[in-house]
């Protein structure tokens, strides 16, 4: 464990987020003098503990939450890096397991026991194991956000449904529920509700890239500056990193500090259709997907490699980013628009040694 008082940590705590564990959490970190234990009290309350963080000029900073609360945590820790750019201290966040949802921690190989997450990231923290690491920019409504990843479509349909069911008394009155339960009955109704029901076009734009095609025998590429399409799909998903959910692989092919995002089409289907591959949707194994597609001339899961892109509609729509949900509301020249541009390594994770080593093998 480091020694030197310049390398203590903090810890910033969600207590929203699966309350009985905190307490757990708390016991354990005593352990570790390293550990500057924030528990945030609301939303303003926790932006301001990331600029207490920040100003402290201390190297490193965990998150115990879920992916939305890592959302919140990287898109202030990036408002404050523009905001000062003279600031040259190389500061790593990490991700503890504290949400439903956990795409974050799934994609960079956090453990799934707490003492081996505290274990992991002391480690890392000793040995500097941090990697500079891509951002997305969304910009809609006038409005800049950062992100990993992002959805239109089915998933956002379904955080829509979850976001609804929210405790209606007691102390924790008109906060989302959290759990996978509550996620999975919220999959479970948009599968028989919204399915067979959807015909939002979307006009996509994407510019400085490549069209992929990764199957079990046949791989191919199309190159291109831009390239506009639409399309009446059952969601579109932008990323840098791969999982979403729980261990939902939706972009199974991006690389974290690429230089570029990757853009999913995943083509309507029937409900039959996605319940028979649903265990390769998860498991992101689009190649046997496409496959089998391919071979019935039917649409498959279409994988474009690009700098930036736009996703436009001609009424406003829901979308997600990191598992928060948002709306394109305000209409330019007839359209609602969503954009994204990569903002090559733009922040620095704290990763496990077994991540680390991935991107650092020897000789190289």
């Given at each position: 464990m480091p020694k030197n008082e310049n390398n203590k940590c903090f810890l910033l705590i969600n207590p929203n987020r699966f309350p009985q564990y905190?307490?757990?959490?708390?016991?354990?970190?005593?352990?570790?003098?390293?550990?500057?234990?924030?528990?945030?009290?609301?939303?303003?309350?926790?932006?301001?503990?990331?600029?207490?963080?920040?100003?402290?000029?201390?190297?490193?900073?965990?998150?115990?939450?879920?992916?939305?609360?890592?959302?919140?945590?990287?898109?202030?820790?990036?408002?404050l890096r523009i905001k000062h750019p003279e600031d040259k201290i190389r500061r790593s966040i990490g991700f503890l397991r504290g949400g439903s949802g956990n795409g974050i921690q799934d994609s960079y190989e956090v453990p799934f026991s707490i003492f081996k997450q505290l274990k992991t990231y002391i480690h890392s923290m000793e040995n500097n194991y941090a990697i500079d690491v891509d951002l997305i920019e969304v910009d809609f409504d006038g409005k800049t956000e950062y992100t990993q990843l992002a959805g239109v479509g089915f998933d956002a349909?379904?955080?829509?449904?979850?976001?609804?069911?929210?405790?209606?008394?007691?102390?924790?009155?008109?906060?989302?529920?959290?759990?996978?339960?509550?996620?999975?009955?919220?999959?479970?109704?948009?599968?028989?509700?919204?399915?067979?029901?959807?015909?939002?076009?979307?006009?996509?734009?994407?510019?400085f890239g490549r069209y992929i095609f990764q199957g079990t025998r046949v791989n191919a590429e199309i190159k291109f500056d831009h390239l506009e399409k639409e399309c009446n799909p059952l969601m579109i998903e932008v990323g840098?990193?791969?999982?979403?959910a729980a261990l939902f692989k939706i972009c199974p092919h991006?690389?974290?500090n690429s230089g570029s995002m990757n853009l999913y089409?995943?083509?309507?289907?029937?409900?039959?259709?996605?319940?028979?591959?649903?265990?390769?949707?998860?498991?992101?194994?689009?190649?046997?997907?496409?496959?089998?597609?391919?071979?019935?001339?039917?649409?498959?899961?279409?994988?474009?490699?690009?700098?930036?892109s736009q996703i436009s509609s001609k009424?406003?729509?829901?979308?997600?980013?990191?598992?928060?949900?948002?709306?394109?509301e305000t209409a330019l020249n007839g359209k609602y628009n969503l954009?994204?541009?990569?903002?090559?390594?733009?922040i620095t994770f704290l990763v496990p040694e077994v991540f680390f080593n991935k991107f650092h093998p020897a000789g190289i």
């Open positions: 905190v307490k757990i959490l708390k016991k354990i970190v005593k352990r570790y003098p390293i550990f500057h234990v924030i528990e945030s009290e609301d939303y303003e309350h926790f932006l301001v503990s990331i600029d207490e963080y920040y100003y402290s000029k201390k190297p490193f900073l965990l998150i115990w939450g879920g992916d939305g609360t890592a959302h919140s945590a990287i898109n202030r820790l990036t408002e349909y379904i955080l829509n449904i979850r976001d609804n069911d929210k405790y209606k008394s007691g102390p924790l009155k008109g906060i989302i529920k959290p759990g996978m339960w509550n996620y999975l009955s919220a999959v479970s109704k948009a599968l028989f509700v919204r399915m067979d029901k959807n015909d939002d076009t979307y006009k996509l734009k994407m510019h840098n990193r791969p999982y979403f991006v690389v974290c089409v995943y083509n309507k289907m029937t409900r039959g259709t996605m319940l028979m591959n649903l265990w390769y949707f998860w498991t992101g194994q689009h190649n046997r997907i496409n496959d089998r597609f391919a071979k019935k001339k039917r649409p498959i899961i279409e994988n474009f490699e690009i700098k930036s009424k406003p729509f829901h979308f997600h980013m990191d598992g928060d949900l948002r709306k394109v954009d994204f541009t990569i903002l090559p390594e733009s």
